[in-house]
């Protein structure tokens, strides 16, 4: 007896035969083939890579090591001036604020606000101890506030000041929102 149905080969058969040899090839060749030469710098995202696939050999030295490290001790410290110095006419800096701190290794951050009443260039400086940071900027007729922002890091071997202070080349000039941000990174003192 005969079964009823088709025992020849179609060209659809053949084309969806080939079509899959030729997808499963592909997928093997690629993983096979690709490596990180082939990959472009930082297109490699979180979601690309399989959960706890990475191991520590594939990060940086030293990265999983912290734990082992002398715990870091820090602590904050600010000075803040709402309003002032106002009307100041162009010439030598004036300083704005100041912070004392006790001995250590700061890094440091310093904020101002500038208007003037001309057309003006304004200089600002943030100084601690021998280094001094400096900024520039542009002040408007019109009285607008433009913000100075400054930073550095130093380390006190004695108490020490840190300063704040700017001036102008034409107009009289105000300060506002002034502050000194100290943030003290020392050793764990056991």
């Known amino acids: 007896m ?3 149905g088709r025992s020849a080969l179609s060209f659809t058969n053949v ?5 899959l040899f030729a997808a499963l090839a592909g997928t093997s060749y690629a993983a096979l083939r690709v490596t990180g030469k082939n990959i ?3 297109t490699v995202k979180s979601a690309d890579i399989k959960n706890r696939s990475l191991k520590k050999k594939d990060f940086g030295r030293g990265l999983f090591e912290s734990a082992k490290a002398t715990p870091l001790s820090s602590a904050a410290f600010e000075a803040d001036r709402d309003s002032g110095p106002t009307g100041v006419a162009p010439g030598d800096y004036v300083t704005i604020a100041t912070l004392n701190v006790q001995p250590g290794a700061y890094a ?3 904020k101002t606000d500038l208007s003037s009443d001309a057309l003006d260039a304004s200089r600002c400086q943030l100084q601690a101890g021998s280094r001094v940071e400096q900024s520039a900027r542009g002040l408007r007729v019109n009285g607008t506030q433009e913000a100075q922002n ?8 004695g108490p ?8 102008t080349s034409d107009g009289h000039w ?12 020392d050793s764990e003192q056991g």
């Open 2 to 4: 005969r079964l009823k």
């Open 15 to 19: 084309l969806v035969t080939i079509a």
């Open 40 to 42: 472009k710098n930082n």
């Open 108 to 110: 440091i951050f310093a």
């Open 150 to 157: 400054l930073q550095l890091a130093q380390t006190f071997a």
């Open 160 to 167: 020490g000041a840190i300063t704040i202070s700017c001036k």
């Open 174 to 185: 105000t300060a506002t929102d002034t502050k000194i941000l100290a943030v003290k990174v």
